[in-house]
């Protein structure tokens, strides 16, 4: 089992940055895929960024190119997604996920294996 416990939302003015913590524990994540998907309301789910956690190989949306980046830190098992340039179409709920299996792209959400409950980012104009 892995628990995900996500940190950092909140609400910020258009143009600004935040920075999202995913705390993980229960496993250790050197063979994993961690991942930030959001969802807005009315809205699917969708894919923001990943990270592999042995590599540190980052894929990332092109909605968040150059405004959003995915890190980790290997000692405190945690990952970030530090968003900068903050703009309203930003506002979901952000949440942290953990791929466990070689098989499945990193952009798909049924990929993912554990998740956590979720960050509100609210971004104003």
């Known amino acids: 089992q892995v628990q995900l416990v996500e940190s950092g939302g909140g609400l910020v003015q258009a143009g600004g940055s935040l920075r999202l913590t995913c705390a993980a524990s229960?496993?250790?994540?050197?063979?994993?895929?961690m991942g930030w998907f959001r969802q807005a309301p009315g809205q699917q789910r969708e894919f923001v960024a990943a990270i592999v956690w042995s590599g540190g190989n980052t894929y990332d949306a092109d909605s968040v190119k150059g405004r959003f980046t995915i890190s980790r830190d290997n000692a405190k098992n945690t990952v970030y997604l530090q968003m900068n340039s903050l703009k309203p179409e930003d506002t979901a709920v952000y949440y942290c996920?953990?791929?466990?299996?070689?098989?499945?792209?990193?952009?798909?959400?049924?990929?993912?294996?554990?998740w956590g409950q979720g960050t509100q980012v609210t971004v104003s104009s």
């Open positions: 229960g496993r250790t994540l050197s063979r994993y895929v």
């Open positions: 996920a953990a791929k466990t299996r070689f098989s499945g792209s990193v952009y798909v959400l049924g990929s993912y294996d554990y």
